[in-house]
DNA sequence: GCTTTCGTTCGGTATTGACAGAACGTTCCG
DNA sequence: CGGAACGTTCTGTCAATACCGAACGAAAGC
């Protein structure tokens, strides 16, 4: 049993429950968890298998639910048919791409908001105004820090 | 039957099924949704019931919900016995800065995650590196933005 | 070429949580 | 005071979904 343990699945756990609230399967998240923290930084699913004691059909299925949101990718392994993952470089600001976006969406709806508004006095505008300035705000800043933070560190 | 009917609905549903999106019940997406578009501004809890077709009990936990979030307010009303929300002027920062403590538990489960693995090389940190530097960079940017869209546009 | 070892997909199961109905407490009116 | 209207809370029910086991398909070694 190697050393810290029970620190790690600690850690483990808290991602997990951090992407739970992200709308997440726990499983997924807690994928993430181990590629955030394991010794060598690829794992292969057997791995995964056994470290988080679940079934094959559910880490197959979370990985690929990584994979796909580009979080986590498919490294090469000499070990035959096995699939190795790592965490993707880059993969946070993917990530907050991602939650970025459903930001944008609020945006939109602001928008159509405004349109069945379109005749009502601008106090009753405003609740929707305030949304629409907001969030296309956010959606015209961010990209703006995410890429000013991503190149300040050498981020792919 | 009021007029653009239809169109109200399906502004109610996008909203509902945003913030279904963020984790809340669709129940409470749909109060504020309601909220948002109301003429006049406020309505009873009755008048949602009726609108939303939803049981007393729904409508008022999630209600209560949104009120502890600060997205809307009870606010006087004539009618006796009656209790009245409207949507909170300023509910969209408070709403961004609720998700913006989320990114921030992140940083700090990054914090703990370079803790374990102090002895490993750089390249192993880099995971975590990449996370702890974007989200602080996140928790540092985002409440300046937030406070600059706020006086630009006079939200209280 | 047969067996073995992985990964994927499918169907069943258990758990979670959102909603409605019922009972209760409160406040206002007759 | 008694009754009615309104909001809250509690409990049961239903639906959604995350997980597992099993069957399937593919690829490598004997």
């Known amino acids: 049993m190697p050393e810290r343990f029970y620190e790690k699945r600690h850690f483990i756990e808290d991602i997990s429950l951090y992407f739970e609230q992200m709308g997440m399967p726990r ?5 993430l968890g ?3 923290i394991c010794d060598p930084p690829e794992a292969s699913m057997i791995d995964l298998c056994e470290e988080l004691q679940a079934s094959k059909s559910s880490v197959s299925t979370n990985a690929r639910l990584l994979d796909e949101m580009d979080l986590i990718e498919r490294v090469a392994t000499p070990l035959p048919r096995q699939i190795c993952y790592r965490f993707k470089p880059g993969g946070w600001v993917t990530f907050m791409r991602m939650r970025l976006r459903l930001y944008g969406s609020l945006h939109h709806i602001a928008e159509r908001g405004l349109d069945l508004l379109q005749d009502a006095d601008p106090p009753l505008r405003a609740r929707l105004q305030e949304a629409h300035d907001m969030f296309s705000a956010i959606e015209e800043e961010l990209p703006l ?3 000013h ?4 560190h050498g981020i792919p």
Chains 1, 2 share one sequence.
């Open 27 to 31: 499983t997924a998240g807690r994928i």
């Open 34 to 36: 181990v590629l955030l």
């Open 145 to 147: 820090l995410l890429k």
């Open 149 to 152: 933070i991503q190149e300040e």
